[in-house]
């Protein structure tokens, strides 16, 4: 039997819809685990457990062989890390896992690797610069500058600062990075990576509101520069595999790109790249499941436009 799992989904309601009609058409239950029993998406599932999240992986192998669970689907950036390092180990009974090699998941995981890797390869990104307390003093130029966790993600922890001395003693111990602002409107480019290293798709969007490092509202963008750089930066990372999303900054002005991340998941945003035609879900599990050769997408849909707001789901108390 092949089940999938959605993996530390929250409240990405919209993303358990897209993975269970994807389920319904193979025949396939939708498995669903998060550390609080009480999440939204946990009534989109076909069958939900609470896990333990202080040992979460052993616990998670071993839901895995209860469940005959044969794809995990990951969500929270936090988790990303420790599935790559247990790809084979989970794969050695069957169970594939829709993300990335560990070597990229690495490099996209840390932004000062995610920079080297950028730079290294001639992709424009913004300079950054590691903060301790023996570079903090010749941190005198390119103000403004944004402050951010070295392995963080979303918009925790990230700041604008116009001068050295606005930066924090916590800031100074390693874990925070000094980046400079790109100009520019900034884009998401959501990318889907087949099993041989191609980019099958790649769709951007420019970020028109941004609540809690997630886009509430957006719209889908041709932009060819956007397009060419996440295809050939998804290319080169070494056994990409699956839904990546990648944040840049596009100047229509001058017409250049800056890279400012690399998400090796599926991101906030990616539903409206589904509504664009972007199918990531169904592509995964055509080839996780059916080991099927995916052909490009180019004509997806552009001027797309998408605007969220917030529901609720009510538990009625039994009778």
């Known amino acids: 039997m ?22 319904k058409k193979r025949g396939v239950t939708l498995h669903g685990i998060d550390k609080d ?9 076909d069958s939900f457990k609470p896990i333990d999240s202080m040992d979460w992986q052993s616990s998670l192998f071993q839901y895995c062989l209860d469940a005959s669970i044969s794809l995990i689907i990951p969500t929270r950036h936090a988790d990303l890390l420790g599935l790559s390092l247990d790809i084979e180990k989970f794969l050695s009974h069957g169970i594939q896992i829709g993300i990335s090699s560990h070597q990229t998941v690495e490099t996209c995981i840390d932004k ?12 424009p990104s913004p300079p950054i610069y590691p903060l301790n ?3 903090v003093e010749s941190l005198n130029k390119g103000f403004p500058l944004i402050v951010k966790p070295t392995r963080g993600s979303g ?15 916590s800031e100074l111990s390693g874990g925070y990075i000094a980046q400079e602002v790109a100009k520019g409107d900034e884009y998401t480019i959501n990318v889907y990576v087949s099993r041989k290293g191609e980019c099958i798709c790649a769709i951007p969007h420019k970020r028109i509101i941004v609540e809690n490092g997630e886009s509430v509202q957006a719209i889908t963008e041709r932009v060819p520069i956007l397009e060419e750089l996440a295809r050939s930066i998804s290319q080169t990372l070494p056994g990409a595999w699956g839904p ?18 690399i998400n090796p998941r599926v991101g906030g945003g990616f539903p409206l790249a589904h509504q664009a035609r972007g199918e990531f879900m169904e592509w995964l599990m055509e080839e996780a499941f059916e080991d099927k050769q995916l052909r490009p997408l180019f004509n997806w849909t552009s001027g797309l436009r998408m605007m969220r707001y917030r529901t609720e789901i009510f538990d009625h108390p039994e009778s």
Do not use: M, W
């Open 2 to 23: 092949q089940n999938v799992l959605l993996l530390s989904s929250g409240s990405e309601v919209t993303l358990a819809r897209i993975v269970a009609r994807s389920c």
């Open 37 to 45: 029993e009480n999440v939204p998406t946990s009534r989109f599932v």
């Open 112 to 123: 000062i690797s995610t920079y080297n890797f950028l730079t290294g390869n001639a992709f």
């Open 133 to 135: 307390p023996d570079t």
């Open 155 to 169: 918009s925790k922890g990230i700041r604008i600062i116009n001068h050295a001395s606005e930066i924090l003693l």
């Open 244 to 261: 990546l999303n990648i944040q840049a900054f596009y100047d229509a002005e001058t017409g250049t790109a800056q890279i400012i991340e």
